[in-house]
């Protein structure tokens, strides 16, 4: 009975429980090459006596975590909370209509036409539900990573992890040129204080870099991170998997009854629960 149970509710909640889609893409993190030029130059300079360099480059995290701790970070999600329906289809959607594409809005939260119903949600709420639907899974053998995102919409989904791997770029993209520019400031101030030829070769080296930098920062699209499988829009929802929802809590159920019984009957046995009816 107990199973039967289990079976029959386990059914009824893989029919009714809201949809969900998955849209992932596989990444590379870009290596910078003319990081390591830089530091190789800026060496070359703290060697020579009497130069001391307040500036310049040290040693810090790869790329790679950089951008991760990017896309997990509080000030990204407010970046991305600047382009529009993005805040809610985090907060308020509860489904999707497949005939008009369309996201279906929790009527008691957000309306289409007139917005907000309650006090619009503080991106602190919006964090924890941004880290709900957005995964980031590491392949330790190859070094790759993949990132997904999981919503009720699989329009939604491709179009939001897009744009979060567009709007890193853009981000890390801006930062480095900015840094770029402030670095080639204080090069050429240096440059512009020495008359030493050798300090004067090392600073056009570091300056070259740089304007390498610069160069690769404006032309590249995909500046730190690189989809090798691009974002796409899921056909198959990734929730429910109806046939092993009701696998698993048949089984859970079968299980749940036969070690109740099993304890019962000892239990009972045990202080003589069972006794004759004279």
Same mark, same amino acid.
């Given at each position: 009975i107990v199973s039967s149970i289990f079976f029959i509710g386990s059914i009824i909640y893989a029919l009714t429980a809201t949809h969900l889609w998955t849209s992932s893409s596989l990444i590379t993190v870009v290596a910078d090459a003319t990081i390591d030029s830089a530091k190789q130059s800026m060496g070359s300079l703290r060697n020579i006596p009497g130069i001391q360099l307040s500036g310049g480059l040290k040693d810090g995290p790869e790329r790679q975590d950089i951008a991760m701790a990017v896309l997990k970070?509080?000030?990204?999600?407010? !970046?991305?909370?600047?382009? &529009?329906?993005?805040?809610? +289809?985090?907060?308020?959607?509860?489904?999707?209509?497949?005939?008009?594409? &369309?996201? &279906?809005?929790?009527? &008691?939260?957000?309306?289409?036409? +007139? =917005?907000?119903?309650?006090?619009?949600?503080?991106? !602190?709420?919006?964090?924890?539900?941004?880290?709900?639907?957005?995964?980031? +899974?590491? +392949?330790?053998?190859? =070094?790759?990573?993949?990132i997904s995102v999981t919503h009720v919409s699989p329009i939604f989904a491709h179009e939001f992890l897009s744009l979060i791997i567009r709007e890193i770029n853009v981000l890390e993209r801006n930062r480095d040129l900015l840094e770029a520019e402030t670095t080639l400031t204080y090069l050429y101030e240096e440059l512009d204080k020495t008359q030493w030829v050798d300090v004067r070769i090392s600073i056009n080296q570091l300056i070259e870099s740089q304007m390498k930098r610069k160069m690769l920062a404006r032309v590249k699209t995909n500046y730190i991170i690189e989809p090798l499988d691009s974002p796409f829009i899921p056909e198959e929802r990734s929730f429910p998997q109806r046939t092993k929802i009701v696998i698993a809590l048949t089984a859970v159920g079968f299980i749940f009854a036969f070690f109740a019984n099993l304890i019962g009957y000892y239990a009972f046995k045990r202080f003589n629960l069972f006794k004759p009816i004279n």
């Open positions: 970070s509080r000030d990204f999600l407010k !970046h991305l909370l600047k382009f &529009e329906s993005v805040l809610p +289809n985090l907060m308020a959607a509860q489904g999707y209509d497949p005939l008009t594409q &369309e996201i &279906e809005y929790d009527p &008691e939260i957000y309306s289409k036409d +007139n =917005g907000w119903v309650i006090q619009k949600p503080s991106y !602190h709420k919006a964090l924890r539900k941004y880290k709900d639907i957005v995964f980031v +899974n590491n +392949n330790s053998i190859t =070094g790759l990573q993949s």
